[in-house]
Nanobody, 124 residues
Framework: EVQLVESGGGLVQPGGSLRLSCAAS????????IGWFRQAPGKEREGGSC????????YYADSVKGRFTITINNAKNTVYLQMNRVRPEDTAIYYC?????????????????WGQGPQVPVSS
């Protein structure tokens, strides 16, 4: 079993920046993907970005590409999401999740374990 603990959420102004962290613990695997998903009020959960532990390959949804950057520190089993130039439509609960099958897909069903999800309101 894998436990995920997110941190770094909070209120941010439009155009501002925020960094989310996701620390993984528990069972370890050589190759997995960690993704960041978000769910806005009244909307379905959507994938934002994911990264491979094996080679650091990263993938982004069009909605965040060019503004968000995902990185991984394998020594700390921690993944970061740097959010720049945030917009009001980025307001959501942000979840990190681990895909033990390392699919590198931004599809929620591919992920096995989920964190609790910090809120990120974007507002002036």
């Amino acid at each position: 079993e894998v436990q995920l603990v997110e941190s770094g959420g909070g209120l941010v102004q439009p155009g501002g920046s925020l960094r989310l962290s996701c620390a993984a613990s528990g069972s370890t695997f050589d190759d997995y993907s960690i993704g960041w998903f978000r769910q806005a009020p009244g909307k379905e959960r959507e994938g934002g970005s994911c990264i491979s532990s094996a080679d650091g390959g990263s993938y982004y949804a069009d909605s965040v590409k060019g503004r968000f950057t995902i990185t991984i520190n394998n020594a700390k089993n921690t993944v970061y999401l740097q959010m720049n130039r945030v917009r009001p439509e980025d307001t959501a609960i942000y979840y990190c999740a681990v895909d033990l099958g390392a699919s590198r897909e931004l599809v929620p069903l591919a992920y096995d374990y989920w964190g609790q999800g910090p809120q990120v309101p974007v507002s002036s």
